[in-house]
């Protein structure tokens, strides 16, 4: 959306489809692993996406052990 002045008020964003093609391990420890994930029906640049492999709940906070 933009507001009066032409500037944008939220990013665009949308939701596909993906599949997690496998699972990447840190050089360091202590750093988190990434999951590189394959995106259906994304553009040439945006088909893999690697992203930390980390487990949150949904207020994005680490469960407890």
């Known amino acids: 959306m933009y507001d009066p002045k032409g500037a944008m008020t939220e990013?665009?964003?949308s939701t596909r489809p993906g599949t997690v093609e496998k699972i990447i391990?840190?050089?360091f420890p202590g750093e988190?692993?990434?999951a590189q994930i394959a995106v259906?029906?994304?553009d040439h640049?945006?088909?893999e996406l690697r992203v930390?492999?980390?487990l949150?709940?949904?207020t994005?906070?680490?469960p407890a052990s």
């Open 32 to 34: 988190p692993e990434k």
């Open 40 to 42: 259906e029906g994304a």
């Open 52 to 54: 930390e492999n980390s």
């Open 60 to 62: 994005a906070l680490t």
């Open 56 to 58: 949150t709940d949904d």
């Open 45 to 47: 640049l945006y088909k």
């Open 11 to 13: 990013k665009p964003s």
């Open 25 to 27: 391990k840190s050089p």
